[in-house]
């Protein structure tokens, strides 16, 4: 009993018997409908708590991403039902853009005004927006195969020149194929580790390059990966084995969503100095024909994927290419939208992002004299809208 004021310390046993008595036949009379109001005490019985909708993740670079949410349901559930909500996945697409000068320069300073996006054509209102400077994730993927030794000594050299540029915070994974991938060292942030790595490819094994199974491959580890991430390619770009066909590739490259992929050609210099010395040759003329094929196809996994293709001809241009790499993977505007056609239907969408000024017009940059410099937008091309699997 409450002791206070308003209650006399020893009422009479027959008044307390009546007024629990009251109490236990109103608490009868009223349990029915006290279980469909919402409780007040503490002392009364708790109704089972729902759980918590799970938080959308946040946005990623690439495909469509989940952002769950619940809808509330005003009408009362029949008794003896269990409450519920309706829950469903509503597509959000996230962008990396690179702009950049025509000599690789980041262009700072844009706002989300300064974008937009089309996606099949159709305009899309950008929801979210910010620029980035982080930590990478990338795979360095390698051709390292018996083939000729000017093209190994560019792939070395890309690959060491690309780790010595990486950052404490950086995870790296190195990956080298000939007939099939071989995965030299798993994702780390020790640089010792990568350089390791690199050391162990000094004798190549087979003469085969077989990049579609290993792009393929590489592709499929990265696709259990959250995140944005990247394949830095250092490869020939001849493929002599492989049980993928050059389309079966491209499927696989258009619908891994989050992935960028920047290609460095091997062997420019050899092949040049062939053609220019035996490019009469019917026979040189034939693999000179594959080697251009070659560099179509490096150019075209970078371009659809938002990266950039780079055919150095000597190993110092090596310093300023994984610098420019460097810039656009750490360097980027980061835009995400909710796309008009909602539908999830596994559909290749093209997409399209420009850069105007605020006022919807062309947007003129200038460099430091004032003089108007030309500039370009690096995005991927589009995305297949698919369902993500939690």
């Given at each position: 009993?409450?002791?206070?004021?308003?209650?006399?310390?020893?009422?009479?046993?027959?008044?307390?018997?009546?007024?629990?008595?009251?109490?236990?036949?109103?608490?009868?009379?009223?349990?029915?409908?006290?279980?469909?109001?919402?409780?007040?005490?503490?002392?009364?019985?708790?109704?089972?708590?729902?759980?918590?909708?799970?938080?959308?993740?946040?946005?990623?670079?690439?495909?469509?991403?989940?952002?769950?949410?619940?809808?509330?349901?005003?009408?009362?559930?029949?008794?003896?039902?269990?409450?519920?909500?309706?829950?469903?996945?509503?597509?959000?697409?996230t962008l990396d853009v690179l702009v950049t000068t025509k000599d690789g320069h980041f262009i700072p300073g844009l706002k989300k005004d300064n974008f937009q996006v089309f996606e099949d054509g159709q305009p899309?209102?950008?929801?979210?927006?910010?620029?980035?400077?982080?930590?990478?994730?990338?795979?360095?993927?390698?051709?390292?195969?018996?083939?000729?030794?000017?093209?190994?000594?560019?792939?070395?050299?890309?690959?060491?020149?690309?780790?010595?540029?990486?950052?404490?915070?950086?995870?790296?994974?190195?990956?080298?194929?000939?007939?099939?991938?071989?995965?030299?060292?798993?994702?780390?942030?020790?640089?010792?580790?990568?350089?390791?790595?690199?050391?162990?490819?000094?004798?190549?094994?087979?003469?085969?390059?077989?990049?579609?199974?290993?792009?393929?491959?590489?592709?499929?580890?990265?696709?259990?990966?959250?995140?944005?991430?990247?394949?830095?390619?250092?490869?020939?770009?001849?493929?002599?084995?492989?049980?993928?066909?050059?389309?079966?590739?491209?499927?696989?490259?258009?619908?891994?969503?989050?992935?960028?992929?920047?290609?460095?050609?091997?062997?420019?210099?050899?092949?040049?100095?062939?053609?220019?010395?035996?490019?009469?040759?019917?026979?040189?003329?034939?693999?000179?024909?594959?080697?251009?094929?070659?560099?179509?196809?490096?150019?075209?996994?970078?371009?659809?994927?938002?990266?950039?293709?780079?055919?150095?001809?000597?190993?110092?241009?090596?310093?300023?290419?994984?610098?420019?790499?460097?810039?656009?993977?750490?360097?980027?505007?980061?835009?995400?939208?909710?796309p008009t056609n909602t539908k999830l239907d596994g559909t290749y969408r093209k997409l399209k992002v420009e850069v105007v000024a605020s006022?919807?017009?062309?947007?003129?940059?200038?460099?430091?004299?004032?003089?108007?410099?030309?500039?370009?937008?690096?995005?991927?091309?589009?995305?297949?809208?698919?369902?993500?699997?939690?």
């Amino acid at each position: 009993m409450f002791r206070g004021e308003l209650f006399p310390q020893k009422p009479a046993r027959r008044g307390k018997a009546v007024v629990l008595a009251l109490l236990f036949l109103v608490g009868a009379l009223l349990a029915p409908a006290q279980s469909q109001q919402p409780e007040t005490s503490s002392s009364k019985p708790q109704q089972q708590q729902q759980p918590a909708p799970p938080q959308a993740p946040p946005a990623e670079a690439g495909g469509p991403q989940g952002e769950v949410g619940p809808i509330a349901v005003p009408k009362k559930n029949p008794e003896g039902m269990p409450e519920y909500s309706v829950r469903v996945d509503v597509p959000l697409v996230t962008l990396d853009v690179l702009v950049t000068t025509k000599d690789g320069h980041f262009i700072p300073g844009l706002k989300k005004d300064n974008f937009q996006v089309f996606e099949d054509g159709q305009p899309q209102r950008v929801s979210n927006f910010s620029q980035s400077e982080a930590p990478i994730t990338a795979v360095l993927l390698i051709e390292f195969a018996a083939t000729n030794y000017y093209f190994i000594r560019d792939a070395l050299n890309a690959s060491y020149t690309f780790a010595d540029g990486l950052k404490p915070n950086d995870w790296v994974a190195v990956i080298d194929y000939d007939m099939k991938p071989h995965l030299t060292v798993d994702f780390t942030q020790d640089k010792k580790a990568i350089y390791g790595a690199l050391n162990t490819l000094r004798i190549p094994g087979f003469s085969e390059t077989n990049l579609f199974d290993a792009l393929y491959d590489t592709l499929d580890r990265l696709d259990r990966i959250e995140g944005r991430k990247y394949i830095i390619l250092i490869s020939s770009g001849r493929d002599t084995f492989s049980r993928l066909t050059f389309d079966k590739i491209l499927k696989k490259v258009q619908s891994t969503p989050n992935v960028t992929i920047f290609s460095i050609s091997t062997g420019e210099a050899l092949r040049e100095w062939i053609d220019a010395r035996y490019g009469a040759r019917s026979d040189v003329r034939e693999a000179m024909m594959d080697f251009q094929v070659a560099d179509n196809e490096m150019n075209t996994f970078a371009k659809m994927t938002g990266g950039r293709w780079y055919h150095p001809r000597f190993t110092g241009e090596f310093a300023d290419i994984f610098r420019d790499v460097s810039s656009s993977i750490r360097n980027q505007y980061i835009l995400a939208y909710h796309p008009t056609n909602t539908k999830l239907d596994g559909t290749y969408r093209k997409l399209k992002v420009e850069v105007v000024a605020s006022n919807g017009g062309p947007l003129k940059v200038v460099n430091e004299k004032g003089k108007p410099v030309k500039y370009q937008v690096i995005a991927r091309e589009g995305y297949t809208a698919k369902h993500t699997v939690e």
